[in-house]
């Protein structure tokens, strides 16, 4: 059973930046697809970022793409979200997950944002960003 372990929120100024990490225990991480995803108060939780468990296909929401950096350290057992230019509107909780079933790219790309996919997650961080 893998357990995923979420770090780094605060609160911090809109255009400021802040790095998540999200740290596993259990064998199977260096296998796992992770990604993050958020939830804002009142809404539905949401697709943030997506990387598959070779560390070498990324995939992100429009609403973060070139602010955001998804990144995987198989030998720490350690995903990060690097969160660079914050808006007001990213405040939510962050939470990471993982998925251990899919090994295919081409499924991976149909399956990474939808978090039913996803086996196993963290518990989430904070994040908010003032204006």
């Known amino acids: 059973q893998v357990q995923l372990v979420e770090s780094g929120g605060g609160l911090v100024q809109a255009g400021g930046s802040l790095r998540l990490s999200c740290a596993a225990s259990g064998r199977f991480f260096s296998s796992s697809n992770m990604g993050w995803f958020r939830q804002a108060p009142g809404k539905e939780r949401e697709f943030v970022a997506a990387?598959?468990?070779?560390?070498?296909?990324?995939y992100y929401a429009d609403s973060v793409k070139g602010r955001f950096t998804i990144s995987r350290d198989n030998a720490k057992n350690t995903v990060y979200l690097q969160m660079n230019s914050l808006k007001p509107e990213d405040t939510a909780i962050y939470y990471c997950?993982?998925?251990?079933?899919?090994?295919?790219?081409?499924?991976?790309?149909?399956?990474?944002?939808?978090?039913?996919?996803?086996?196993?997650w963290g518990q989430g961080t904070q994040v908010t960003v003032s204006s």
């Open positions: 997950a993982g998925d251990t079933d899919t090994s295919s790219l081409g499924v991976w790309i149909r399956i990474r944002e939808n978090n039913n996919e996803y086996d196993y």
């Open positions: 990387i598959m468990w070779s560390g070498r296909n990324t």
